[in-house]
């Protein structure tokens, strides 16, 4: 289990980076952008629909590194949340391909981060299967 554990760690500064970085820089440059007040609107709703997913992910991996939930529905979940990350890891590293080079070093730092909570999320039920 110190894979899950592992990827609940990176989950949480995942969290705390979204969640610091985006209330201090993210945000308001988009509440300041010349956007109409709907757009900004869908764009803070966003923000904190992810802050959400990541919040209640880091919640969900703490609880099956801690085993407080049966195998039987960790396994399926962590498969879950591990795709779930590793589309979001792909579509991120596309996104820093396609960036300046200034951003592109960050997003793909990100992207790796994110491939390998997902890498860790998926191992995790599959030792739990080997043993």
């Given at each position: 289990?110190?894979?899950l554990a592992i990827a609940t760690i990176l989950s949480a500064g995942?969290?705390?980076?979204?969640?610091?970085?985006?209330?201090?820089?993210?945000?308001?440059?988009?509440?300041?952008?010349?956007?109409?007040?709907?757009?900004?609107?869908?764009?803070?709703?966003?923000?904190?629909?992810q802050s959400v997913f990541y919040l209640s992910t880091t919640a969900?991996?703490?609880?099956?590194?801690?085993?407080?939930?049966?195998?039987?529905?960790?396994?399926?979940?962590?498969?879950?949340?591990?795709?779930?990350?590793?589309?979001?890891?792909?579509?991120?590293?596309?996104?820093?391909?396609?960036?300046?080079?200034?951003?592109?070093?960050?997003?793909?730092?990100?992207?790796?981060?994110?491939?390998?909570?997902?890498?860790?999320?998926?191992?995790?039920?599959?030792?739990?299967?080997?043993?």
């Amino acid at each position: 289990m110190i894979s899950l554990a592992i990827a609940t760690i990176l989950s949480a500064g995942v969290c705390i980076y979204h969640l610091v970085e985006g209330k201090q820089k993210r945000l308001p440059k988009l509440m300041n952008a010349p956007l109409s007040e709907p757009d900004k609107q869908w764009f803070s709703a966003l923000f904190y629909c992810q802050s959400v997913f990541y919040l209640s992910t880091t919640a969900v991996f703490l609880v099956c590194a801690l085993k407080l939930l049966p195998e039987m529905y960790g396994y399926s979940l962590l498969l879950f949340l591990g795709l779930n990350y590793g589309m979001y890891a792909i579509w991120l590293f596309y996104v820093a391909l396609l960036s300046p080079p200034q951003a592109s070093l960050r997003l793909r730092l990100q992207s790796l981060v994110f491939l390998l909570i997902a890498l860790l999320a998926v191992l995790s039920p599959l030792q739990l299967q080997a043993l």
